[in-house]
């Protein structure tokens, strides 16, 4: 590029455009496959931080979708009153019941219960059905720092940790347009407006991958490169749906995927198990808690298990298509 002439100043760089999340993509950038004589350790363990005395059932959301997505283990950590419902709901899990402040958050002192978990957890999920926004904040930056190895999924009120600087580990955020304009101060008329621009100026000012929920989600990261995904349904637009989305980005982020691997695989996986259903039931009135037992399903036909020894298996996922950033 030619140097702009005196007195002006240089053109400011064109993003690339947005590629669309298809079928097609996917089937060209596998999910990470565990090794013949893998066990569940190795397969992924992820960490559910989530729920609430008002909103239990968003732990189980996100837990089940986690497993159901390929993770390996599970531990849910939620607060102390809801903690025995959950470990018979899921009795997959390890759960751990953690002190509430008095609006029903987290309370920050307890987050380092959660620290020894640090060394062997590949993802975390934050923020599901949480209550008290201002203290769940500061559990949320009190939490995160042993964190720093692991991929970690933002939902909800964890989201409003962020700062003015970007995170300092690999971070998903999964915002919808009102959530967004609480996070940056601007309208939500103006996030709907332009989502695209709106999804990249957060994954540069944050440094996350972000996925901006709607009619179309968007998905950016730092660098500016970004997925458009138009293939929702109505259906899916009901309680319960955001946390299971996390869960699912979660599970694929603790079985290898890069954050923008485990973005794309569950925002498709997500729409399409919301299609499968409304083929069954109808556009409306599936449930949220249908929707996980639809994934290992599509999983296989578009990413079939062929499991390869343990020793020649890559500690890094698939590399992405040529289009996409390594």
């Known amino acids: 590029m030619s140097p702009a002439p005196a007195g002006t100043l240089p053109p400011r760089p064109v993003a690339p455009r947005p590629r669309a999340l298809t079928e097609a993509l996917l089937r060209r950038w596998p999910l990470p496959q565990p090794g013949e004589d893998a066990d569940k350790e190795s397969r992924g363990h992820v960490l559910i931080v989530a729920g609430s005395h008002e909103m239990p059932g968003a732990a189980l959301l996100a837990a089940v979708a986690a497993l159901r997505a390929g993770a390996g283990k599970l531990t849910v950590a939620a607060p102390e009153r809801v903690a025995q419902g959950l470990a018979l709901a899921i009795p997959e899990a390890r759960v751990m019941g953690l ?7 987290f309370a920050a002192r307890d987050s380092d219960r959660l620290a020894p978990l640090a060394e062997r957890v590949a993802a975390v999920v934050l923020g599901p059905g949480m209550l008290d926004e201002a203290r769940s904040v500061a559990f949320v930056r009190a939490l995160l720092p042993p964190f720093r190895q692991s991929t970690v999924v933002l939902d909800a009120y964890a989201m409003s940790a962020v700062g003015d600087a970007p995170w300092g580990q690999p971070v ?29 100026a957060a994954a540069q000012r944050w440094g996350a991958c972000v996925a901006l929920k709607g009619s179309t989600t968007v998905i950016a990261q730092p660098d500016g490169q970004a997925l458009r995904f138009a293939g929702g349904t109505p259906g899916l637009a009901t309680s319960g749906s955001g946390d299971t989305l996390a869960g699912l980005i979660g ?76």
């Open 251 to 326: 599970g694929l982020a603790a079985r290898g995927a890069t954050p923008l691997q485990a973005c794309a695989w569950g925002v498709w996986l997500h729409a399409r198990a919301g299609h499968a259903l409304a083929q069954e039931q109808g556009a409306l009135g599936y449930l949220a808690r249908e929707l996980s037992a639809q994934v290992p399903g599509l999983i296989h036909a578009l990413s079939p298990l062929r499991p390869a020894p343990l020793r020649q298996r890559s500690s890094l996922p698939a590399p992405p298509p040529e289009f996409l950033p390594k």
């Open 99 to 105: 002190a509430e402040t008095r609006a029903g958050g």
């Open 172 to 200: 998903v955020m999964t915002p919808h347009a009102g959530e967004m304009a609480h996070l940056t101060g601007a309208t939500k008329a103006a996030v709907l407006a332009d989502p695209l621009a709106s999804a990249r």
